[in-house]
């Protein structure tokens, strides 16, 4: 069965910290993993990884995938208190846009 | 930036009524999904419609669940009769193709209440 498990489930950082978010996955025809925050509502895109070996990178945020061993890693440096949300990641398995998800990380970054 | 929309953001009704939960992708995307997540429990894809026809559907989209783009910016997702298990959050998304470069973006989801 395909699956897609993230840890730690939750986490509790002061501003300042760095965080490390970790996600590994079990694959049938893997094509992409994609991590998204939620924020009480919509699941908003950050990063979709098909290579391995590549970090993409946005700002603070930065994210890899290691294909062999089949995981992600997303980290956030410099964490602020706007990056509490919960992060999501997602495998996408060839099958049209069906993701499945992991249960998130709910990431709180105290002032 | 573009983005999906969803109305309602919150729907209440009652167990055995039909509910149509409606979205507007992002203009130029071609392909639409639903996905749910009740309280607590992961995001699960629910149904994936390209060119007037689902390509993909889950185990969860049963008889009870069907899907229509009625013209060409609407794309709604009608439960025929509510149960109290379809309360959850359900969100609409779009990508402009599929796979490589072509994430899913989401709308801010419908809350659906069944009581």
């Known amino acids: 069965e395909d699956k897609v498990v993230q840890s730690p489930l939750s986490l509790v950082v002061h501003e300042g910290d760095t965080v490390t978010l970790n996600c590994s996955y079990e694959v049938t025809n893997f094509r992409s993993l994609l991590w998204y925050k939620q924020e009480k509502k919509a699941p908003t895109f950050l990063f979709m990884l098909t290579s391995s070996g590549i970090e993409k990178k946005s700002g603070r945020l930065s994210s890899i995938l290691d294909k062999k061993e089949l995981f992600s890693i997303l980290n956030i440096t410099a964490t602020q208190t706007g990056d509490s949300a919960v992060y999501l990641c997602?495998?996408?398995?060839?099958?049209?846009?069906?993701?499945?998800f992991g249960q998130g990380t709910e990431l709180s970054v105290k002032p | 930036e573009p983005e999906v929309t969803q109305t309602p953001s919150h729907q209440v009704t009652q167990m055995g009524q039909e509910v149509i939960l409606r979205c507007v992708p992002i203009?130029?995307?071609?392909?639409f999904y639903w996905y749910r997540q009740i309280l607590g429990q992961k995001v699960e894809f629910l149904v994936s419609f390209y060119n007037n026809e689902i390509s993909e559907k889950s185990e969860i989209f049963d008889d009870q669940f069907s899907v229509e783009r009625p013209d060409g910016s609407n794309f709604t997702l009608k439960i025929r009769s509510t149960k109290l298990e379809d309360s959850a959050m359900y969100f609409c998304?779009?990508?402009?193709?599929?796979?490589?470069?072509?994430?899913?973006?989401f709308g801010n989801g419908t809350r659906l209440t069944v009581t």
């Open positions: 998304a779009s990508s402009l193709g599929q796979g490589f470069r072509s994430p899913l973006h």
């Open positions: 997602a495998g996408d398995y060839n099958q049209g846009g069906k993701l499945i």
């Open positions: 203009s130029n995307h071609l392909y």
